[in-house]
């Protein structure tokens, strides 16, 4: 079993910049990719980045490459997303969450354990 715990959300004006933490507990496998998701009021879920933690390969969803950093502390089985030139659109609640896979994976079906979400607000 795995728990994944967020912070660092808040309120942020656009053009600022956020970082997000995901604390594991429990045993995090090599062959395990951890990312992030997130999802405001009335969409669906939407992939953000994730990371393998064997060799720290990395993937971004469109909307955010180039401006989010996703990078792990593997003795401090930390998850972080360093978020810059934040805009209104990336208001939602922010997620934290682990696949049993060795590669990285973009579709939250594919994810076993799930933190319970950090709220990040951008004002225009």
């Known amino acids: 079993q795995v728990q994944l715990v967020e912070s660092g959300g808040g309120l942020v004006q656009a053009g600022g910049s956020l970082r997000l933490s995901c604390v594991a507990s429990?045993?995090?496998?090599?062959?395990?990719?951890v990312g992030w998701f997130r999802q405001a009021p009335g969409k669906e879920r939407e992939f953000v980045a994730a990371?393998?933690?064997?060799?720290?390969?990395?993937g971004y969803g469109a909307s955010v490459k180039g401006r989010f950093t996703i990078s792990r502390d593997n003795a401090a089985n930390t998850l972080y997303l360093q978020m810059n030139s934040l805009k209104p659109e990336d208001t939602g609640v922010y997620y934290c969450?682990?696949?049993?896979?060795?590669?990285?994976?973009?579709?939250?079906?594919?994810?076993?354990?799930w933190g319970q979400g950090t709220q990040v607000t951008v004002s225009s």
């Open positions: 969450a682990a696949a049993n896979w060795g590669t990285l994976m973009w579709e939250s079906k594919y994810y076993d354990y």
């Open positions: 429990g045993r995090i496998f090599s062959r395990y990719c």
């Open positions: 990371i393998t933690w064997i060799d720290g390969s990395t």
